[in-house]
């Protein structure tokens, strides 16, 4: 399925300030540094009923959640899920994605027509490789996380 990119105007780009510099992932950045980030989102339109993704594939991107819902759905078993969430405007998943190509431990489907923010993995590491100091504080930040859900 092809998704509908939209243009980002100056509402939808404020607004995406205000999410990613109140989330603590992004929290530390400069910004210059969060500037450049903005640079690399799209918006899309994704349809009712839409895949974002898939538990057990690769993790590639990030997203905010613009206008919509999602629903979050684990496997329990092979063929059985269910859903342990549901997301709206101003949330944001997927972003261990950014540093980690791990699977994803979770499926993301849109429950209404729904606009998303995405960043991919591979734009974010190439501004890491341009700023080896951003690179050292978000490295810093998911070897934090990553311990703390080992203590889970």
């Known amino acids: 399925m092809k998704l509908e990119k939209i243009a980002i105007g100056r509402d939808e780009q404020s607004w995406l ?16 540094e969060l500037d450049n980030v903005m640079a690399c989102v799209d918006l899309f339109h994704y349809p009712a009923s839409t895949a974002v993704f ?16 999602v629903a979050v759905r684990k496997n329990k078993f092979f063929i059985l899920s269910r859903e342990v969430a549901r997301l ?3 949330e944001i ?25 995405v960043l991919l993995a591979e734009d974010f590491r190439m501004l890491l490789d341009k700023s080896p100091d951003m690179a050292r504080r978000m490295r810093h930040l998911a070897d934090g996380r990553a311990w703390i859900e080992r203590q889970r």
Do not use: W
């Open 88 to 90: 709206g405007p101003g």
């Open 54 to 69: 898939c538990e057990g594939r690769p993790g590639d991107s990030m997203f905010v959640i613009y206008q919509g819902r």
């Open 17 to 32: 300030n205000r999410a990613l510099s109140g989330f603590k992932f992004f929290g530390g950045l400069t910004v210059k």
């Open 93 to 117: 998943f997927g972003e261990m994605a950014l540093l980690h190509a791990a699977p994803r431990n979770a499926t993301l489907k849109t429950l209404e027509d729904s606009k998303l923010f």
